[in-house]
């Protein structure tokens, strides 16, 4: 009998392929939201932030076999999530030949486009404000202010140490801060 | 204080501003997009695997060819990879390295050349010189502590004048040459070994052989050798 609420017995169960399917049922079930906003708030997109997601989760399938269980299994999710968000963004502009600086603007028309934007609301000008941060910067800002990601799990899944994780979310505040007052 | 206490606070200590929008999801999704999403993803998970190798597949490949190679006729294996590369050196030399090479190899073997004395007599003279003054030193300094209060016999003084004035060259030409050789008749042990072990293959001429056959000289000079703490 599988343990939904027990990553450990999800795992177990995956690799020794006795319920495989179902145990794997679970860990989307369980993780699907969580990832998908982190993905979405990175992507903007829903297409591509289910895009995003499914291949999260293919690659879950076929690594979670050998998943050494370092660390938590929501740990290792948010790092395949992260990464793939990065390749996801970074194989748009080289298709499209665009720089840094036309990533920002790109990502932030598409916020401007969604039917609900409302250009007055903070909440809406906070989104604009994080396509503004550089990529790693807005990766920690999310992690932490959205996910309240403690920064011992955020060194794990950004492989950074925690001194460089709390400097890096400080500017990106302070960022975010300066942009809301000058808009 | 929960974590989420403890964030809003540090949020609050960086910056107010930002700790005071409201926190909430802006982006929507549509009815039911979490529901059917792992039934998609399932899905895809099994589309994806149908093309698959066995696990090990490509950790042992390598073992495998080898031994596909291995196994097979070993002569035409062996050249197999040898045969397909041109005998070629990567490295490069310098213009006429081969033609100019035996002449710097013998240059390199004679050296600078050396400017030796080929008088006779003056090895003869120097090597008499340094032994005489060298015995005569010994005996003065073996004798000086004791005799001192005694008085020092004239030989030792004279030497003492010698060695002190560094004349013995300008005294050594006052010296009858008879005198000299019957000296050297009586105590030529040291200086005849010396002699020969001195001289080296351009410098030993046939009228030196005599100082090659000394056998008692060069006997005498090996003993010496073989005391001497030097070669111990």
């Given at each position: 009998?599988?343990?939904?609420?027990?990553d450990n017995d999800l795992v177990f169960q995956f690799k020794n392929d006795l319920n495989k399917e179902v145990a794997f049922t679970h860990i989307i079930k369980k993780y699907q939201?969580?990832?998908?906003?982190?993905?979405?708030?990175?992507?903007?997109?829903?297409?591509?932030?289910?895009?995003?997601?499914?291949?999260?989760?293919?690659?879950?399938?076929?690594?979670?076999?050998?998943?050494?269980?370092?660390?938590?299994?929501?740990?290792?999710?948010?790092?395949?999530?992260?990464?793939?968000?990065?390749?996801?963004?970074?194989?748009?502009?080289?298709?499209?030949?665009?720089?840094?600086s036309d990533e920002e603007s790109n990502l932030s028309n598409k916020i401007v486009a969604d039917q609900h934007f409302d250009a007055n609301k903070l909440e809406w000008k906070l989104q604009l404000a994080i396509q503004k941060l550089p990529e790693k910067q807005r990766v920690v800002f999310l992690l932490r202010y959205y996910d309240e990601m403690p920064y011992g799990e955020m060194s794990a899944v950004l492989e950074t140490s925690e001194g460089a994780l709390k400097a890096s979310y400080h500017h990106a505040v302070k960022k975010i801060e300066d942009f809301i007052l000058n808009h | 204080m929960n974590q989420n206490e403890k964030i809003q606070e540090e949020l609050l200590i960086i910056s107010e501003v930002v700790a005071n929008i409201p926190k909430c999801n802006v982006f929507e999704v549509s009815e039911g997009y979490f529901s059917n999403a792992s039934a998609e993803i399932l899905i895809k998970c099994a589309d994806s695997s149908v093309f698959e190798t066995p696990e090990t597949y490509f950790e042992q490949l390598p073992e495998i060819i080898l031994d596909k190679i291995k196994n097979a006729d070993s002569a035409e294996n062996e050249n197999l990879i040898l045969?397909?590369?041109?005998?070629?050196?990567?490295?490069?030399?310098?213009?006429?390295?081969?033609?100019?090479?035996p002449d710097n190899i013998l240059q390199a073997v004679k050296g600078p050349a050396k400017v030796i004395s080929i008088s006779k007599n003056q090895i003869w003279i120097k090597l008499v010189a340094a032994v005489l003054v060298g015995l005569i030193g010994f005996v003065i300094i073996i004798n000086l502590p004791k005799k001192q209060d005694e008085g020092i016999s004239a030989i030792e003084k004279e030497a003492k004048k010698i060695i002190?004035?560094?004349?013995?060259?300008?005294?050594?030409?006052?010296?009858?040459?008879?005198e000299m050789a019957n000296y050297l008749e009586?105590?030529?042990?040291?200086?005849?070994?010396?002699?020969?072990?001195?001289?080296?293959?351009?410098?030993?001429?046939?009228?030196?052989?005599?100082?090659?056959?000394?056998?008692?000289?060069?006997?005498?000079y090996l003993t010496d050798l073989k005391t001497s703490p030097k070669f111990n």
């Open positions: 009998m599988i343990n939904p609420n027990d939201e969580r990832l998908y906003w982190h993905i979405r708030r990175m992507v903007v997109e829903h297409e591509n932030a289910n895009d995003v997601l499914q291949n999260v989760f293919i690659k879950v399938w076929k690594g979670l076999i050998n998943f050494r269980e370092d660390s938590k299994l929501y740990t290792w999710l948010y790092k395949i999530a992260t990464n793939e968000c990065l390749t996801f963004i970074a194989s748009q502009n080289k298709r499209k030949s665009v720089s840094f | 045969s397909t590369q041109e005998k070629q050196h990567p490295y490069t030399i310098p213009n006429n390295y081969f033609e100019t090479l002190l004035n560094k004349s013995f060259e300008s005294e050594f030409e006052q010296i009858d040459e008879k009586e105590n030529g042990h040291d200086v005849n070994a010396a002699l020969v072990a001195s001289l080296n293959e351009d410098e030993i001429s046939l009228d030196n052989d005599e100082l090659m056959y000394d056998e008692e000289a060069v006997d005498h």
